[in-house]
Structure formats: structure tokens, C-alpha cells
């Protein structure tokens, strides 16, 4: 059985945060973090709001777009680095809280390349038969774990939800896929909430992200050149036959570089760095969504999605676009 994605919802928290909010307690400029992060604004959750209440006002969002019935709904995937707490899942209060009668439901982890494995796992299922209709979700709240004393880290992060439906289909819209891991550079990316080491390296417990940005960086770059050469080849395609590219929004910088090197024009690179920052597994439906509303990307263009970060890991889908707005 075959895949198709045609339904997209995103949600995004009320609390807006311009650059300016950072000069007000850090040594750093608006100027500054929009010249060599390309991110003019991000939002936070509320105190009492959670990856969760994200995730549901996207699954609303998605069925306000689109006619879909979401009692037909058998599995959920939330990918998600901030989950409202380890257990239950977050897959699990969205299946509670939406009504959905006996989905599976499981959290993954696999930080900004979440949701790309989210629809990797969710083409693997239908294509085993077991599964129909998969809604998948890159959700997170890094507002919550991020050190505000860190100004080179702090100003990237920001809060948001994408939600879609991976169904069964006749037609073959989720064609070849990569992934890749390098966990050697595990300690050059991490969430602090455990006193455990990571290769070697002693880690301080307190519940913030860390991150050797250089490092990750260069990693980013170098990876994503090589991995979209070889998604590209792997479907027996080349560059110029994907209409869009959507990588995760990391930094413009890291995207602005990538496509220089392999030929692409940034008019056919998509991001939501600018208006989200960095929101990890949320970053790559909220620029899907802000594509297809713009009216760039049209139905049957083919997509090329890839995911990188904490691992470090990557993972990359092309796919055939077959969501429209009402
Ligand atoms: N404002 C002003 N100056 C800052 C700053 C800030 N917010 N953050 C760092 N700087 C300073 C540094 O202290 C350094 O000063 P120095 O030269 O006096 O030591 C200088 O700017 C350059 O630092 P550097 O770390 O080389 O900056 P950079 O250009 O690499 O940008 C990141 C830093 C974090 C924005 C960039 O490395 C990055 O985006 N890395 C990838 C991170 C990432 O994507 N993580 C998630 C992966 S999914």
C-alpha cells in the first residue's frame, strides 16, 4: 500500500518575541542575530502552556482546513524534544483530548529531524498494511528548556506545532527516504535534564539545551550537502526536478550556504526561521504551511524534506505535494 499526505494544520503560541526582548538582558542586537541567524521573531508558550495544547490547536487547525475524519485516525506519531512530561506520551493526550478512539499512540525523539522520521515511520506502517491513517506531529516548547543567561543559544529558539495526516493510498506520493546518525557528536547538542555523561563529557542537570554551535554548524552544513545530493540520486532524480526544498530552519545562514553549494536558488528554499526562529520539529511543517498559503507551492510539486540536529542526526523524504487549501 502506498502514502499520500494531504491534510496540514499548524499552530503557533500568542507570546511574540521580537529581538529587541534579548538587548533588554544580554549583551546582543537585533542587527546582530538577524545578520548571522536570519530570525526576527519567535513565540513562546505561556507558563501553563504545553507541547500538548500545541500539538491539539494544530490537529484542530488542520481539520478546520481540510475535510478529514478524525475517527478514522488509527496510529499518532508526536515528534517532540519538550514532552509535557516523559509519561504519559503527548501522542497520548492529544488522542484523549481529540477524541480519537484506540490510535496507537507513541512519542519520538529525534530532535529537529522529528518530523521527517515521524512521516519515515508513518510511510513504513501503511506500506506494512497495519495502519490507514497516521496523524504525525513536530511539536515543541524550547522556550521551556532554554538558558537565557547563554546569548548565543537563547536567541534561536522558539515555540510551535505542525500536525499532518499520512493515509493509505493508490498512489505513491512518499517515495525514497534517507536517515543518518553521527552520536559521536552527541555531546555538541543536548538537552541537560540527567546527570548522566555524554561521550565522556560530565553534563550539568539543568533541564536547558547546550550546544557547541560552531561545531553543529559545520556539521549541519557539510551533512545536508551530502544527504540531499544522495536523496536526490536515490530517487533517480536530479536538483532541478524538486520545485521546493525544506530543510530544517536552523539558521538562514546554514540554508543560505547549502543551497550556494549545491546550485539551488534560495527562492526554491523554503524556511520559518524568520518569523519562528529555530523550533526544532516544528520548523519544517510551519514553512510547508507558509508554502502552500503563499501560493508557491502548488499541488503535484514535488518536495524535498530533510531534518537534522540533535543526534546528530538526519533524515530526508522527497514527496509528491498533494495538499491543497479549502
Ligand atoms: N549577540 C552578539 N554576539 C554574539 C551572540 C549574540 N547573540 N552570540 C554569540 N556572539 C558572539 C560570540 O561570543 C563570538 O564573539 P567572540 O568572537 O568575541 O568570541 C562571536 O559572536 C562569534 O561567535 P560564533 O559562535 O562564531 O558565532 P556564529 O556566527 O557561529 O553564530 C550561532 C552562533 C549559534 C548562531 C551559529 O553557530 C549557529 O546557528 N549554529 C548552529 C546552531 C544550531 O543550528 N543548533 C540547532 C541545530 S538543529
Redesign the pocket.
Known amino acids: 500500500m502506498h502514502a499520500t499526505i494531504s491534510s496540514i494544520g499548524i499552530y503557533h503560541p500568542l507570546k511574540e518575541i521580537k529581538n529587541s526582548y534579548?538587548e533588554e538582558f544580554?549583551?546582543?542586537?537585533d542587527q546582530?542575530?538577524k545578520e548571522?541567524?536570519g530570525i526576527e521573531n519567535r513565540y513562546y508558550a505561556l507558563e501553563n502552556e504545553y507541547t500538548s495544547d500545541l500539538c491539539v490547536k494544530a490537529v484542530e487547525a488542520l481539520v478546520k482546513n481540510h475535510t478529514t475524519n478524525l475517527q478514522e485516525v488509527d496510529f499518532i506519531i508526536v515528534a517532540t524534544s519538550t514532552p509535557d512530561q516523559t509519561l504519559p506520551s503527548v501522542a497520548s493526550r492529544v488522542q484523549t483530548r481529540m477524541n480519537i478512539p484506540h490510535a496507537g499512540c507513541i512519542d519520538i525523539s529525534a530532535?529537529?529531524g522529528g518530523f521527517v522520521y515521524g512521516i519515515i515511520l508513518a510511510k513504513g506502517l501503511i506500506a506494512a498494511g497495519t495502519h490507514r491513517k497516521i496523524i504525525v506531529t513536530g511539536a515543541e516548547t524550547l522556550s521551556k528548556v532554554t538558558d537565557f543567561t547563554d546569548?548565543?543559544?537563547c536567541?534561536?529558539f522558539g515555540d510551535g506545532a505542525g500536525a499532518v495526516i499520512v493515509e493509505a493510498s493508490s498512489e505513491n506520493h512518499l517515495l525514497k527516504v534517507i536517515t543518518d546518525t553521527d552520536g559521536s557528536y552527541g555531546k555538541d547538542?543536548y538537552l541537560s535534564n540527567k546527570n548522566i555523561p555524554i561521550n565522556g563529557k560530565p553534563v550539568i542537570p539543568d533541564n536547558n539545551i547546550h550546544?557547541n554551535?560552531?561545531v553543529?554548524?559545520k556539521w549541519?552544513v557539510s551533512t545536508l550537502t551530502k544527504k540531499i545530493e544522495e536523496l536526490v540520486s536515490k530517487n533517480g532524480i536530479t536538483l532541478e526536478d524538486i520545485d521546493y526544498f525544506i530543510p530544517?530552519s536552523?539558521?538562514m545562514?546554514?540554508l543560505e550556504t547549502v543551497c550556494k553549494e549545491l546550485g539551488i536558488p534560495m527562492e526554491k528554499c523554503l524556511e520559518s526561521i524568520k518569523n519562528y526562529g529555530?523550533t526544532?520539529a516544528a520548523s519544517i511543517p510551519l514553512a510547508w504551511y507558509n508554502g502552500i498559503t503563499s501560493g508557491r507551492i502548488k499541488p503535484n510539486d514535488k518536495l524535498l524534506l530533510i531534518g537534522?540536529?540533535?543526534g546528530l542526526t538526519c533524515a530526508g523524504i522527497c514527496l509528491q505535494n498533494n495538499i491543497e487549501m479549502k
Not at 26 to 29: F, M
Open positions: 534579548f544580554l549583551e546582543t542586537t546582530w542575530i548571522r541567524t530532535a529537529c546569548r548565543s543559544s536567541i534561536l547538542l550546544q554551535g560552531r553543529v554548524f549541519a530544517h536552523a539558521n545562514r546554514i529555530n526544532s537534522f540536529g540533535g
